[in-house]
């Protein structure tokens, strides 16, 4: 599996932008699809997750109601709508894919400023 981010950027706060995960390869073997950040001098935290299956999702604190994780089957693509965006959203944001058979697969990261 290959994940390859894009839709990162510069924004004002209050904005919204929208990130778009491609994933290639085996994807029929993928659990769980989540969207984690990196915010400089910190740890990678988790942002956002969704349950293959079952569709359920699970939001970090400081963005529920903010953002929302999604996917589209039908062009391998996962999403992250992020809106009402603060400052302390700034951060490298990456994609993230779990697979029993392949296991655990990372995006290249991709960078979204907010800016007063």
């Known amino acids: 599996v290959q994940l390859v981010e894009s839709g990162g950027g510069l924004v004002q706060a209050g904005g919204s932008l929208r990130l778009s995960c491609a994933v290639s390869?085996?994807?029929?073997?993928?659990?769980?699809i989540s969207w984690y950040r990196q915010a400089p001098g910190k740890q990678r935290e988790l942002v956002a997750a969704?349950?293959?299956?079952?569709?359920?999702?699970n939001y970090a604190d400081p963005v529920k109601g903010r953002f929302t994780i999604s996917t589209d089957n039908a062009k391998n693509t996962m999403y992250l709508q992020m809106n009402s965006l603060k400052r302390e959203d700034t951060a490298v944001y990456y994609c993230?894919?779990?697979?029993?058979?392949?296991?655990?697969?990372w995006g290249q990261g991709t960078l979204v400023t907010v800016s007063e």
């Open positions: 390869g085996s994807a029929f073997s993928i659990t769980t």
């Open positions: 993230n894919t779990d697979s029993p058979l392949i296991g655990v697969r």
């Open positions: 969704l349950t293959v299956g079952g569709g359920r999702t």
